[in-house]
């Protein structure tokens, strides 16, 4: 397997899905030894995951859930009650 | 993972059958993830929170509908992410600044996305995104991410965001993992170079 440069963004997007072999990950890195270019891409490819990695999981305030809890448990009682009627 | 789809399950049956406390373990259970996803979408606390509420009341009246094919917590996604792209597009209407106009310099980059060889790569000596304080960060993440169109910017919040699968993302869209795979390569390509000149290029 011959990697050639414009395949390279191809390859990359492969290689962080892990969707390539052991045998086409090998090609890829000794493309990318011999290839500063591509190396280049693919240290900012990497870095540019890296940094999106770093966006933290947003959670619900404690309050806030507490809150949300209150206000569904009412929701769905005043559904089945309406429901219930519905079917009288 | 098994497990917890068999629990899912068993609290789904008896949800259907009117348990109301099943139905609120389940969304308890998922409330954590809706509302993360929601955020990241809209960026906006108060309007993730609503989406969280009209996902949650959603499924409770429609969940006669949901027949298991796939994962709850997949059906649930789903809504959720409707409620949320709805909001999104309506936040687009109202605020112009908020509408996908790319720059001219932009627009070359989504041109050229598709396969050809990157040129002008531009290089740094040193790394300037040491330099940025963590919300000037989380600021250029977020504008960058706002700056993809919708198809792009969706599947790349599901799964590097939001740790989803290929698979998983694919149910989620109703597209064929090839699809999400393309999807995401290409908002890959776009984010790197949008995020460009805050990367270290340099070998």
Known sequence: MIIKCKDILDLLSEFFDDELDMKEEEFLFDHLYQCSRCLQIYNSYRQMLDLFHLLKPVKLEQ???????????VEIKQIVIKRKYKKL | MKQTEQKDSTLVALAKNGNISAFEKLIKRYEDSIFSLAYRILQDKEKAYDVLQETALSAFKN???????????????????????????KQKSLEKKMTFIPTENESKIYESIDTE?????????DNPIKTLEEQELINILNDSLNKLPEKYRTVFILKELEGKSIEEVAKILNLSPAAIKTRLHRSRLFLRELMGKYLNLGV
């Open chain 1, 63 to 73: 309050e806030r859930k507490k809150e949300f809890h209150k206000w569904l448990h």
């Open chain 2, 63 to 89: 969940l006669k509908k949901f027949k298991g094919k796939s994962a709850f917590s997949t059906w649930l996604y789903k809504i959720a992410l409707n409620y949320a792209l709805m909001h999104k597009r």
């Open chain 2, 117 to 125: 060889e990157l040129s002008n790569i531009q290089t740094v000596d």
